[in-house]
């Protein structure tokens, strides 16, 4: 178990909505990430966090954005959430003490209608 | 760049008999690679790594995987399949020549018939 939540689990939203995805973390690590899960494609990343308010895009960022004003919190924002955004979203960390592994939390159904 | 190829998209065995996913890369010269399982509406679940020791890495369930830099591959076998690890399968380079990011294969969804 490597302290990962994400809330919420799971939601339902309109086309054109902001949403917020939260993940949160207990083991102080550095690295955290946000990938989108869709059939055919594995992981994707879309934003990476190395620190307190340092973050940088992945390879899907488009209509994302992210914040880390703690640690332990990165957040995800659909500004305007759209249909092509209805995915699974999983937040990860990187233990550099265990090999720069990743550890993923449980993960987030969001379905945009 | 980094990718992964995952050569079969499914894979269906029986249980009991041996289980083969494969996996090649491309990537520099010592990349990290991994091994992820999820379960139906499950996170993913990390089986095994290899970071540049033995190239044979022994992960849970009784998992395996060989790194063979020749072939560039880091394909992963169970010597007897279980019911239990039906799932899908995804196969994960990391380089640190390439930033921060880990790159996913597609995935592999294993069946186990009884």
């Known amino acids: 178990d490597a302290g990962i939540t994400q809330s919420p689990r799971h939601k339902v939203t309109e086309t054109g909505t902001p949403v917020t995805l939260r993940c949160h973390q207990t083991?102080?690590?550095?690295?955290m990430y946000w990938y989108r899960q869709d059939p055919g494609h594995g992981l994707r990343l879309i934003h990476y966090?190395?620190?307190?308010?340092?973050?940088d895009k992945g390879e899907v960022s488009d209509g994302y954005s992210v914040s880390r004003s703690k640690t332990e919190d990165f957040l995800l924002t659909l500004e305007s959430a759209t249909s092509s955004q209805t995915s699974v979203y999983f937040c990860?960390?990187?233990?550099?003490?265990?090999?720069?592994?990743?550890?993923f939390g449980e993960g987030s159904w969001l379905t945009v209608v | 760049a980094q990718s992964v190829t995952q050569l079969d998209s499914h894979v269906s065995v029986s249980e009991g008999t041996p289980v083969l996913l494969r996996c090649n890369y491309s990537s520099s010269y010592s990349p990290s690679l991994f091994w992820y399982v999820q379960h139906p509406n499950k996170g993913l679940q990390l089986l095994l790594k290899y970071t540049s020791a033995a190239t044979l890495v022994k992960g849970i369930n009784g998992f395996e995987a060989e790194f063979k830099k020749s072939e560039t591959s880091f394909h992963l076998t169970k010597p007897s399949a279980h019911m239990s690890d039906a799932a899908e399968y995804f196969c994960?380079?990391?380089?640190?020549?390439?930033?921060?990011?880990?790159?996913f294969g597609p995935g592999t969804r294993l069946s186990v018939l009884p």
């Open positions: 083991e102080n690590h550095r690295y």
């Open positions: 994960v380079v990391s380089d640190p020549n390439y930033g921060q990011n880990f790159v």
């Open positions: 966090s190395y620190g307190v308010k340092d973050t």
């Open positions: 990860a960390i990187r233990n550099g003490n265990s090999g720069n592994t990743i550890y």
